[in-house]
């Protein structure tokens, strides 16, 4: 069966909110005096999604949906009384599961405090016994960098964020200061999200654990000889530093006047997920990030996992800025996204994993399902490199018990990482949803889930990572350049190409460099010449005329629903069956095939988004007898035509573009020899750099 498209709409229907004395951070008045405002607890609810109606009309509200979500429930967090109204008036009904974040923050608080204070080394790589601030995630890259300069090297990235802090990272790999010697790269990231911090604590563990097991053990050695890890475990430094410092306890007891006084943690922004973009185009004033959102941290800021270019702007992303995924003002409008594409523009980045928290998943590419029309009119298809994602998906899920899974499985989103980052250099990517069920857990968990002890016993995230460095020095899995050319020089790849968005394009230039080494011979790993994005691909066209059409009308009342029966008594490639009405009412379409005992099994449904028409496609449908079922979920009795059609189809195939790079022999910034190269994943070509060699001689 071919499921329908329904791109997803986000309304962004909640106004932004005032700010008020929670939003400004205040203390929830644990004992409110009398007449004083009702303060809403900032609480993770599980909200019931019987059916994909239910989940659209979730989806449709804005609110602070969480990955945590299974086929009949999504996990969200009301940030105000009307996020809850909200939900009421969709019909929805949601159990509370974590009632009071705030109080929930003060608990995890307590047992940090405790562990810490009873832990003197953790079992971590780097032995913390607490969450990190961005201080410590700054000073701890310093320290790696310090304590073994010949392995590590600390890097600033290019851009500063809105708020003016410097975002650093850490390059891993043996005399990492040495030229670039044709290794393949690995990038590992933490904090898109501002409240995911595990995703910084097991992105700067993994570094600790390279840089202590380098000489010590033989894996982690051999793949520090044979790769380069780069390591950015806070890309969001704004966000998170406001997540952080509001989230952790603060002791009223000062401003208590010495009374026995509360002791208890902000709800300012510890839930805060975007960065710190107010006003598109503009830089924050001072202090302005802080005091902008609404309670929770949740109303301003651009989301930075739906600002990157691959894709931006498509479905699973809002063009409202008050809405949690907001995708900003432009592709790569923000300095975290931007940094992140030129980092992975400059360097031959094999694989890379995002962490956020949490769902315990392993997602890889596309964001959007296969049969969703792309910006180009086809079917957006699976990746091409489908079979080996997946492969790489499992083991690594195999390794730490998640899920693995494609991204859209759970949502649409676009303007994702990899998103951008698979489809513009064919560089494998992952997001990791670390963690069972919060955003940043007691420290413990995060403890055991990187070293795979307690409840995550042998199922760490370290294991895993290490699979993915593997993988991103295996020459199966990326492609390989060798090839003689003069001790010293410069070789440049370079490429650059139109990314699609949703609506249009970009330019995207991927420039990388070597130095070849004193032997004069060079192999060089890197990405196959030619982007998924333009590789051939298989689709089935239905031809313009119907075999045979069939057409019913009805109305059914409130919540019920209406069979009719549809005889497919011959052969055809397509049973296509469509739902129309008039009216801006909730209508659902369900296919079904009656059994030779009469029973029925349900083999079709379109259950899309309030005020959209329904379609169901069957492919090479059975002959015998179908059920057409129509269902009502709006509170009036509105009529419809219901239409099933047999179809011939044909497969075409989507020709596809051969892409290479350039290749450059380059003498004191000057180009003696430039010639195309094309290569495949897991082909290795020899580049005839035999001009650059005499050239150089002549020199
Ligand atoms: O929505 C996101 O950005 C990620 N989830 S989170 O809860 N950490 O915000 C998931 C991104 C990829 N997931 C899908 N494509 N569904
Ligand atoms: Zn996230």
Redesign the pocket.
Known sequence: MIARFRPAHRQGKIAAATVTAVALGLIPAITAPAGAVEIFPVQLVTVQTPDRAAKARLAGLGLDM??HAGHDYVEVVLHRAADAEALRSAGLTWNVRIPDLVERESEINAANRAYAATTPQSPLPSGRDTYRKLDDYNDDLARLAAIRPDIVKKFALPLKSLEGKTIYGVEIGRDVRAAEDGRPVFLMMGVH?AR?WPSGEHAIEFAFDLVKNYGADERITDLLKKARVLVVPVVNVDGFEKSVNDGHLIDLRPVDDGGTGSIFATPGNAYKRKNCRIVDGQEPLAGECALASSPGGFGAGV?P?RNYGGFWGGPGAAAEPVDP?YRGAGPFSEPETENIRRLVSSRQVTNLITN??FSNLV?RPN?VAPDTPGPDGTPVGDPPDEAALKDLGDRMAAQNGYTSQH??Q??D?TG?TEDWSYNATGGFGY?F?IGPDEFHPPFPKVIDEYVGAGEFAGKGNREAFLIALESAVDVKAHSVIAGAAPADATLRLKKTFATPTWSGAIKDTLDTTMVVGRSGKFTWHVNPSTRPAVKAKQIKVISSEPLERKTFTGTTPPNGTTDQEFVVDRAADVLEVKLDWPTPDDLDLYVLRKNADGSLTEVGRSAGFVGEKERVLLDDPEQGTYVLRVQNFASVTPSWTLTASLFDATEESVPGLIENWTLSCEKDGKVLQQVPVVVDRGQQVKADLRTCAQKWADH
């Open positions: 969480t990955e999200h995911e989301d996992n995924t956020h928290t997602l964001g991204g859209w759970l949502y989103t994702t997001t949803e």
